[in-house]
């Protein structure tokens, strides 16, 4: 039986001002939480991008489960969702009229919406505050009001930009674990992060990043032997190998 594949990317090229991805290639099976490592600028946001439409590649090919995400755009998307570094959320608007709005635009029938909507508020100990504006939310409530949005269609392929960034340990620990159950469920969930120990105890795979190109990949553990000394931890092996970008 082949290997289902979540995101294949190929030769991907994208130039602002200078280049920022240069012939980028990396495959990530289905069911993996892989992390997507590089310093700032190396182009990981840049990828991300590209990878949920929201920018067009100037050369290179990207598939989500097959699917082109240029050609087949809309097929691609309808199995992707996109959690960037910060969500933007409707403030007048309550967890449950956010999330009814957002399964709207997915086309998920009422009564369906209405029971993941419930399951993913309780489960994200949101559901004491479903009738709140999310405009008083901490950041932390709020990440996680856009985290129920990004999964109220039961997306195959979860990509998040920096989502442990400015959450507490408490807040932070939900996230991770609503991660880690996703993928135990069968998704494929994608990450950026500058917390190397994030990294280290969630992703099955990593991959970093430097110069928009793919330097390294592997397993944490696979990571720290082959790029660092014996004792290295990742931190060692990603500095040692973005040295210079």
Not at 54 to 75: K, M, P
Not at 129 to 153: N, P
């Amino acid at each position: 039986m082949s290997e289902v594949i979540a995101l294949k990317i190929s030769n991907l090229n994208k130039s602002f001002d200078k280049p920022v991805l240069q012939g980028l290639s990396l495959t990530i099976p289905a069911g993996q939480l892989y992390a997507f490592l590089g310093p700032n600028g190396a182009g990981k946001t840049t990828t991300l991008r590209i990878v949920v439409g929201l920018l067009r590649a100037d050369g290179g090919q990207v598939t989500v489960y097959g699917h082109d995400v240029e050609s087949d755009a809309a097929a691609a998307k309808s199995v992707t969702a996109w959690l960037p570094d910060d969500p933007m959320l409707y403030d007048k608007l309550t967890p449950v009229e956010y999330l009814a709005f957002v399964s709207g635009l997915w086309q998920v029938p009422a009564e369906e919406a209405a029971q993941e909507a419930e399951k993913l508020l309780r489960w994200l100990e949101l559901w004491d505050v479903r009738d709140t504006r999310c405009e008083g939310f901490s950041r932390g409530m709020k990440q996680k009001v856009a985290l129920a949005g990004a999964l109220i269609h039961k997306p195959k392929l979860l990509i998040l930009d920096e989502p442990l960034t400015g959450l507490d340990a408490t807040m932070a620990r939900t996230v991770k674990d609503a991660l880690k159950a996703q993928v135990d469920a069968g998704a494929t969930v994608i990450i950026t992060t500058h917390i190397l120990e994030v990294a280290e105890r969630l992703a099955d795979r990593i991959g970093i990043i430097a110069g928009g190109k793919l330097l390294a990949e592997g397993t944490p553990d696979e990571l720290q032997h082959l790029h660092g000394a014996a004792d290295a931890t990742l931190e060692d092996a990603f500095i040692r190998l973005t040295a210079g970008h």
